[in-house]
């Protein structure tokens, strides 16, 4: 546990019971009712839009909405990063030249254009399309980083060993080289949710996103449509962006926190940087001159 780790969770954690439990707890979302663009409180405590839409109820449903976006991107961005990138490498040979290709091939396809292409053409788009279409665009990039740890990893002596002493080649990639890709795997998902949440609520504010689905990103656009800012209506589109940046930022900190897990020089960084917090200007001196 790290302080960078904690404060993650602790962001992270609310966000998620909000999107899981919410849904069950407020009305309809898509309800129209009789009192337009009112301040929070009352029978609405986090007002209404223009149509009388209750913003709380809308709120919990887009915060599932866009859960479920970057959960759907994390595991496909996992089966196929760790596809193509740990088994390729590992079996070597002309597997990982055909694999290597192929990853090459997606790495340079610009992911958000493709994405507004596809929706662009598509007038039904539901949430999981959506996130089929960000994973399909976002896992080359995990894949190539999968891959070098893992060339360097089949090469460590006790793999050899474990070759030469007649293990299975499943179990020696399951056994002796995927725990050690564990940390790098969760850092690539964590990075993939946070990618696709941000990159699915930029495609929704720009009217690609799903259609009849609540997320944060459709939130944000039916309050641009709404003139919400000209109005001075805040609490229509700032829930939404509160909630994206703060979950932003937990994914965020939960990444560096792996990252520092995977190099522990970055660790030992950290600690010696917090140290110094703590040290005076004339124990910071004597501390460098004792390191020279």
Do not use: C
Request: charge should be positive; proline fraction near 4%.
């Amino acid at each position: 546990m790290s302080p960078k780790l904690i404060a993650g969770l602790a962001l992270g954690a609310p966000i998620v019971i909000f999107g899981l439990v919410g849904p069950l707890l407020v009305q309809d979302p898509a309800r129209v009712g009789d009192i337009g663009l009112s301040g929070p409180g009352g029978e609405h405590l986090l007002g209404t839009t223009q149509t009388g839409q209750d913003i709380l109820a809308q709120l919990a449903y887009a915060t599932r909405g866009s859960l479920i976006v970057g959960a759907i991107v994390g595991a496909l961005t996992l089966l196929l990063s760790g596809f193509f990138g740990i088994v390729g490498a590992y079996a070597g040979g002309w597997t990982d030249e055909a694999f290597s290709l192929f990853t090459n091939v997606m790495l340079v396809i610009p992911g958000l254009p493709l994405v507004i292409v596809i929706s662009t053409y598509l007038p039904e788009r539901s949430l999981t399309l959506v996130a089929i279409v960000l994973a399909i665009t976002s896992w080359a990039g995990s894949a190539r980083v999968l891959r070098g740890s893992t060339l360097s990893l089949r090469n460590r002596d006790y793999v050899k060993a474990s070759r030469v002493a007649g293990e299975k080649r499943w179990r020696i990639l399951l056994v002796e080289i995927l725990p050690n890709l564990i940390p790098l795997l969760a850092a690539q998902v964590v990075f993939a949710v946070i990618f696709a949440i941000l990159g699915e609520a930029g495609l929704s504010y720009l009217g690609l996103g799903a259609t009849g689905s609540f997320t944060w990103g459709t939130m944000l656009y039916y309050a641009q449509n709404g003139l919400a800012l000209r109005l001075g209506a805040w609490w229509w589109f700032v829930p939404p962006g509160l909630l994206l940046a703060l979950f932003g930022a937990a994914l965020a900190l939960i990444n560096f926190s792996i990252d520092e897990i995977i190099n522990p020089k970055l660790r030992n960084q950290t600690r010696s940087a917090r140290r110094g917090w703590r040290m005076s200007r004339e124990q910071l001196r004597k501390a460098k001159e004792a390191t020279l």
